[in-house]
């Protein structure tokens, strides 16, 4: 289950007024789910047992690192619409890929995980040249 209700949102320094999040360097941003602690104890016990540890803590990807051209207290404010009211959900993890130092976990897609994802896509469609 991922708890959408507390989405964590970008940060970059410490003029933000939210707690700054490891991964998000060089002006791009990630929108991430942190884990119910089932499922982070379980990634976790992998991550020693495989010898990986890549891109800190574990967390769930829903918008890869991305740039745009928004301030970002209005990226803040667009990601907090589009994902209002969203609430927890199940997600069926069916098996898992290690890549290097990382591990992958593969999901079931549901129609609701699909259609938060085109949310979240849908926000500051106008990037930075990279």
Same mark, same amino acid.
């Given at each position: 289950m991922t708890d959408l209700s507390h989405t964590p949102v970008p940060a970059t320094d410490e003029t933000t007024e939210l707690p700054h999040r490891p991964g998000v360097t060089g002006g791009s941003y990630s929108?991430? +789910?942190?884990p119910p602690p089932k499922l982070d104890g379980w990634v976790r016990r992998r991550q020693d047992e495989l010898g990986v540890s890549s891109f800190g803590v574990p967390h769930i990807n829903? @918008? +890869?690192?991305f740039q745009t051209n928004l301030p970002k207290a %209005?990226?803040?404010e667009r990601f907090r619409d589009v994902l209002?009211? +969203?609430s927890s959900f199940e997600v @069926?993890?069916?098996?898992?890929?290690r890549y290097k130092g990382v591990i992958f976990l %593969?999901? %079931? +897609?549901?129609a609701r995980m699909l259609y938060l994802h085109l949310m979240a896509l849908s926000v500051g469609l106008n990037p930075q040249p990279l």
């Open positions: 929108l991430v +789910a942190w829903l @918008r +890869a690192p %209005e990226l803040i209002d009211g +969203a @069926r993890v069916k098996g898992f890929k %593969e999901c %079931e +897609a549901s």
